[in-house]
C-alpha cells in the first residue's frame, strides 16, 4: 500500500487496496467451514504469509521499495 501510494501519491488508491485486501481476507479467502480457534487463526496465517511476500519483495529489491530521486541538471 506504501508502494502504491509512493508511486501514484493518491491516498484513494492506497485506501481501495487496503479494502480489498480486508475484504478478501474475511469473506472470499476465508473457508466457509472454519469456526473458533481455526477461525482465529486463518487470518494470522495469512498475515504471516504476506509478511514473508513482503520479505522476499525487499530482499529481491535490495531494500529499495521507493523511486529513486530525480536529478535535477546543474546550471
Known amino acids: 500500500m ?4 509512493d508511486r501514484t501519491g493518491s491516498l484513494l488508491v492506497a485506501m ?3 479494502t480489498s485486501l480486508i475484504a ?5 479467502l476465508a473457508p466457509a467451514a472454519l469456526a473458533g480457534v481455526v477461525y482465529v487463526t486463518w487470518p494470522i496465517a495469512l498475515a504471516a504469509t504476506f ?17 529513486q530521486p530525480l536529478r535535477r541538471g546543474v546550471g
Do not use: M
Open 24 to 28: 478478501s481476507t474475511l469473506f472470499i
Open 51 to 67: 509478511w514473508i511476500a513482503v520479505a522476499a519483495v525487499v530482499v529481491a529489491s535490495g531494500g529499495q521499495l521507493s523511486r
Open 2 to 5: 506504501v508502494w502504491a501510494y
Open 16 to 18: 481501495v487496496i487496503h
